[in-house]
């Protein structure tokens, strides 16, 4: 599986870390109260700065054909990484699956553009982390 562009780069990286149950994301995410696994996750391409995000995913349903498939959270690509291409196009994408023992639907920084991640043509970065005790903390 190769990346020409920095976009297929972080997909790429994703796929990997998703498929590793150390991370907090794909096969690593963690229950919400109601035993679910809910999921979100950004990615964005720093040239064009076109971007897309999901928020408290428990699926996805896609169609290859004429054949609908339902892909579980299991399935599902994305977790956090940025990547510059051989043409100096930098890209970042942020996925989690969330705190343990969240309330279901709750949605935190990471599939937020600009929260969760942020990219253009000068810099990419990942910058999810515990979102709500980051929220509630006093800067100053």
């Known amino acids: 599986m190769g990346a020409e562009t920095a976009v297929d ?22 229950l919400t109260e109601e035993m679910t696994v809910e999921v979100d996750a950004m990615i964005m391409d720093g040239h064009t700065l076109e971007s897309g995000a999901v928020a408290a995913v428990t699926a996805v349903i896609i169609q290859k054909g004429d054949v609908l498939q339902v892909l579980t959270i299991l399935d ?8 510059m291409d051989s043409s100096g196009r930098l890209a970042c994408a942020t996925s989690t699956g ?4 969240k309330m279901p639907g709750r949605v935190g920084d990471s599939p937020l553009i600009g929260c969760g991640g942020y990219a253009n043509k000068e810099g990419a970065v990942s910058t999810t982390g515990h979102g709500e005790s980051i929220m509630k903390s006093d800067a100053g």
């Open 76 to 83: 599902m690509i994305l977790l956090v990484q940025w990547a």
């Open 9 to 30: 780069a972080v997909e790429v990286a994703i796929r990997i870390l998703e498929d590793d149950p150390t991370f907090d994301a794909g096969h690593g995410s963690v």
């Open 98 to 101: 969330g705190i343990s023992l």
